[in-house]
């Protein structure tokens, strides 16, 4: 997940444009007129949301319709927006309840001076808001579908690399909430103490997808040795500098066999991932039927082990997270779910079912480097992402989590 600061959650409570410009904007893309424009309480961290009603007019489908309007905050330009919008024409040629695109920029040179979607609006209430209203059978209905979902992803055409989508249905660059954004760039490199203002997020952050995992953890890895070498903050891993060079030349050179096993096995090939799957995100009926699956943004291509790659993993970790969830009605679906839809899937599905068992045992997808590489390449991230914000767990960074990247780097060959 992403580490909000105050200033990124404000942007979704102020009023960042008028009635005025927004009726505008849809007078230029479809003819058509809000005849009401509301801003609903329940706001994202990376948008500020409205829900307008149109006008009726001839020569167009949205006529007397209602949409939501989703402005971005300036976080990860283009990439993001055109990420979601190529994965809904994905999934609704391929029958996924998604929302219809009615227009977008990825472009902030436009009068908005943000980029921006316009959605169809589904008008169902999320399963968060109406959970704990279903019956047993009616939740049992829920999981069936999740099941139903997670085939119908499986079975997608998506192209092989670890990333995003491009518009085209290509491959598009790798997106993540964990990189470093606009917003944090500015504030934790480019002001003072550090006046490090010639970094970009090109410098600190990936830019393409990637043919293979160890190719996309080596693109991570050449980052996080850029922020060491360069920010004070992080000056407790300086240290790691040169086993880290040595790392990233073995994973591109793929001469160790290891990393010629990493590139090469099917159980990292590259899925299509929600990544935030959860009861927020799914719009159900007072049935529990899914009519809707909401906020794409950060889908993209990875393997199935991933964090927040299991779409079931993530609905249990939403019970058992969030707060204000109610412990008695939660409790049995955090016990059962995850055993249920195994077995489901496993009958209904069982080549699928096989295959992502493989996929997600980490001893036979990654085996001893592969589960070394990604210790690794999770502690340093999760080092440089609180020590260079000044983050309460920066001690925890200095200690355990350095502690946790070192021993896996002698198991990778390189002494500190």
Known sequence: ??????????????????????????????????????????????????????????????????????????????????????????????????????????????????????????????????????SSAQLNYVLNQFVDIFIKLWSLDVPPNHGSLALDGGSGPVIEETMWQIPDIKRYFHAEPYNLTTETFATLNPTSFYPSWPEYISAFLKTYHHIITIHPAVDFLRDLLEPLAHLIAT?????????????????????????????????????????????????????????????????????????????????????????????????????????????TDLDAALGVEGQALSHVRERIRGALEVSVRGDARVELARGEWREVAVPNLKILGYQV
């Open 1 to 134: 997940m992403a580490m909000l600061h105050p200033d990124d959650e404000a942007f979704s409570k102020t009023e960042i444009l008028s009635q005025a410009s927004i009726s505008a904007l849809f007078d230029q893309n479809l003819g058509l007129v809000p005849t009401s424009i509301t801003v609903p309480e329940s706001q994202g961290a990376f948008h500020k949301v409205y829900f307008v009603s149109l006008s009726k007019g001839d020569g167009t489908k949205w006529s007397g319709r209602d949409v939501v309007l989703r402005v971005a905050r300036r976080t990860i330009l283009k990439t993001k927006t055109e990420n979601e919008m190529a994965m809904l024409s994905l999934l609704r040629a391929s029958e996924f309840p998604v929302p219809e695109v009615v227009f977008f920029s990825s472009n902030v040179d436009n009068p908005l001076g943000y980029e921006y979607n316009c959605l169809e609006r589904i008008p169902y209430q999320s399963l968060a808001d109406t959970w704990t209203t279903l």
């Open 251 to 359: 994973l591109d050179s793929a001469e160790a066999p290891w990393v010629q096993r990493l590139r090469d096995t099917p159980a990292l090939r590259g899925r299509l991932l929600h990544r935030d799957f959860h009861f927020g995100n799914i719009l159900a009926d007072a049935d529990g039927k899914i009519e809707g699956i909401i906020d794409w943004e950060f889908a993209g291509i990875g393997p199935s082990f991933a964090k927040r790659s299991s779409l079931i993993d993530n609905c249990i970790g939403y019970l058992v997270w969030s707060p204000n969830i109610p412990p008695a009605p939660a409790k049995p679906l955090i016990d059962t779910w995850k055993a249920e839809f195994t077995s489901r899937l496993a009958q209904r599905a069982p080549e699928i079912a096989a295959t992502w068992a493989r996929e």
